[in-house]
Nanobody, 115 residues
Framework: QVQLVESGGGLVQPGGSLRLSCAASGSIFSIYTMGWYRQAPGKQRELVADMSNIGSANYADSVKGRFTISRDNAKRTVYLQMSSLKPEDTAVYYC?????????WGQGTQVTVSS
């Protein structure tokens, strides 16, 4: 079993920044992808960014140039640095770990971008 614990969400003004963290524990293998998804009210969950264990990153077009994903393999932690936030970034952000065909999810953390 894998557990994911997220932190760092909150309320921020447009143009501001936030940093999300997600720490993984449990039965984690050496090869896995960690990333962030988000779900806004009335919308489907979508990929924001993910990163493989060798550091290859993918980003949604809507966040390229504004968000940066990073991970610390020793700490089994993934981070999402979000800058130049827009109201349309408002959503619940979920941490994800994918290994050996299985996908694990965190409980979600709310990010609200509003003046």
């Amino acid at each position: 079993q894998v557990q994911l614990v997220e932190s760092g969400g909150g309320l921020v003004q447009p143009g501001g920044s936030l940093r999300l963290s997600c720490a993984a524990s449990g039965s984690i293998f050496s090869i896995y992808t960690m990333g962030w998804y988000r779900q806004a009210p009335g919308k489907q969950r979508e990929l924001v960014a993910d990163m493989s264990n060798i550091g290859s990153a993918n980003y949604a077009d809507s966040v390229k140039g504004r968000f940066t994903i990073s991970r610390d393999n020793a700490k089994r932690t993934v981070y999402l640095q979000m800058s130049s936030l827009k109201p349309e970034d408002t959503a619940v952000y979920y941490c994800n770990l994918f290994q050996s065909g299985y996908s694990y999810w965190g409980q979600g953390t709310q990010v609200t971008v509003s003046s």
